[in-house]
């Protein structure tokens, strides 16, 4: 985790959010969070969100204790070192059942988890996944407004409403920025039809090596009247095998070229 926030400004960036298991790991590592306070002051960095308590649309009881436990290790972390959003994932559990359903029991999940993390200053972005059945622009904005609570919002991740396929550029350029929590920028490709998705090997792609219009997409989240943070997510079983450091100044380069030099 410290060579994360340390290797994120070496390459230029601002802030970073950091991967949910590393915090685990953290803290079950039994060190503190003021050792990482002590580097994003050091790096002068922000940590801008956690990534992620997964899950969420689950309905049994053990399930939801679960994530409620999650939610409350995390959002006492995100307080701990300046952190203000932790990112939900809704995934399978509620497959094949009537949206209706889906927008309602996941909704009251999130309620619980937005409580709770109000008590520690912490907002929560929504992440609809492009193989879930909450995967487009609209369900997202539909479940936002039934959990009906002003910290919980949702992340743009071009990859995900690309590949879910419902969700088309000019509809995020139509959206209220309030809504909209942090930009996930990336790349990528679909897999052939009959052939299963991996992720990790399907965002394996820099921007301008994949299949998305990423200009098309950046150009949208402008239009919104969107001013927070873009993060460059790189989701790939290869890249993460590679030098840590030249990945990150890949990254760093990419959002610099086709974000903040237009």
């Not at 932790?86 to 309620?111: D, H, Y």
């Not at 479940?143 to 419902?166: A, C, P, S």
């Not at 920025?177 to 399907?202: A, R």
């Amino acid at each position: 985790m410290l060579s994360d926030i340390r290797i994120a400004k070496q390459a230029g960036f601002a802030g970073l959010e950091m991967a949910g298991t590393k915090v685990h790991d953290y803290l079950e590592s039994g060190l503190k969070p003021e050792l990482v306070v002590q580097a994003l002051q050091k790096h002068e960095m922000q940590m801008i969100s956690i990534n992620d308590v997964a899950h969420v649309e689950r309905t049994d009881d053990a399930s939801i204790h679960q994530m409620l436990k999650e939610t409350e290790v995390l959002s006492q972390f995100a307080k701990n070192v300046g952190c203000t959003c932790i990112q939900l994932v809704p995934l399978l559990a509620l497959e094949r059942r009537p949206w209706s359903e889906i927008r309602k029991l996941t909704a009251v999940n999130i309620r619980r988890i937005a409580e709770l993390g109000a008590e520690y200053g912490v907002r929560f972005q929504l992440e609809p996944v492009a193989w879930s059945p909450i995967h487009s622009l609209s369900q997202s904005l539909e479940l936002i407004e039934e959990v009906g609570r002003d910290n919980f919002g949702m992340v743009i991740d071009f990859w995900h409403l690309w590949y879910g396929g419902k969700t088309k550029p000019d509809d995020v350029a139509k959206m209220d920025p309030k809504s909209i929590y942090n930009i996930h920028f990336g790349d990528g490709k679909k897999n052939p039809p009959g052939t299963v998705c991996d992720e990790t090997d399907l965002r394996g792609h820099y921007v301008g090596d994949g299949d998305i219009p990423v200009r098309d997409w950046v150009a949208a989240v402008k239009a919104s009247g969107y001013a927070g943070w873009w993060s460059y997510e790189l989701v790939s079983a290869r890249h993460w095998q590679m030098d840590t450091q030249l990945v990150a100044d890949m990254t760093s380069r990419l959002l610099d070229e086709y974000v903040f030099t237009e």
